[in-house]
């Protein structure tokens, strides 16, 4: 059951990331005019994340069920239910699969309307989720700064990597010559912003280190502190991939042609590979104690 969590825990995160990054795409960074067109390409990753981070919030709900009361024949017991839904966890929960069920709502909605409700349930959905986890484990001030640094580094991370899948459609548009000029600039916009959404994964990333393992850092010798330098390892390979594609790779898009522009989406698929692979570890050392 404890694998399950874990596993539940990155498909919920990687659905989010992925709905709120795409809508963010529709409702921020394309061309007006664009935007039409733009949003039956990422249709089909927003039905899918929308679903996904419905279906894995249930699931969620239903293990941590299991997980506290120790026996899944009290799936079918109300009382255990209510139990759940009293603790802290669960009135967190309760409001992460409201949101969720919105956004599932917004997918019946048109237009720019339709990808500005997916991005606001996705980011509602990601600001529930820093009140869960290490990050609600103090009281006082820390109580208060501590989920709003995660809030903000689950959505910057967001919209950093899981803007990465949708930037791989928008290469495949660019292809086509009279959607060429908006499909390069929605993704220099999305570099642009980039710049800042992964500047502020970083700080925050850093400052949730420090309020979880104390300052100064002792590292302990623990399974949590080994994970999280793993993370830190596969996040500071993103970064160096992300710098390459952009300083490295765009500027002779216009010179050397399709080759390197097939360079440049290999780098982001490693990329995106990279991000998998920190959000199963985080997946898992999100569980653990630091101690």
Known sequence: ??????????????????????????????????????????????????????????????????LMSGDSANLAEGAIWLAVLGTRFGVVWQWEMLFSVLAVAGLWLNGRLRAQ????????????????????MHEGWPGLLHPFNQALHLIAAAFWAGGLLPLLLLMRE?????????????????????????ALT????AI???????????WPDSPYV????????LVALMVLVALINR?????????????????????TQLELLLACGVVGLVSVFATLSPA
């Open 1 to 66: 059951m404890e694998t399950l969590w874990v596993s539940l825990r990155g498909l919920h995160f990687a659905a989010l990331m992925l709905l709120t990054a795409s809508a963010g795409y529709s409702a921020l960074l394309a061309p007006a005019r664009y935007r039409p067109r733009l949003a039956i390409g990422l249709n089909p990753l927003l039905q899918l994340s929308a679903w996904l981070a419905l279906l894995s919030a249930l699931a969620m709900l239903a293990c941590q069920n299991v």
């Open 117 to 136: 409700t997916l991005l606001l349930t996705g980011v509602l959905q990601l600001a529930s989720l820093a009140f869960t986890g290490h990050a609600a």
């Open 174 to 198: 660019a292809r086509q010559i009279e959607r060429r000029t908006d499909a390069i600039r929605t993704m220099m916009r999305f570099s642009r912003y980039g710049h800042l959404a992964v």
């Open 202 to 205: 970083l700080l925050t990333g």
């Open 208 to 218: 949730n280190s420090l309020m979880i393992l104390g300052w100064p850092l002792t």
């Open 226 to 233: 080994i994970l999280l330098l793993c993370k830190v390892l």
């Open 247 to 267: 300083y490295w790779l765009v500027p002779r898009f216009r010179l050397a042609g399709s080759g390197t522009q097939q360079k440049f989406i290999r780098m």
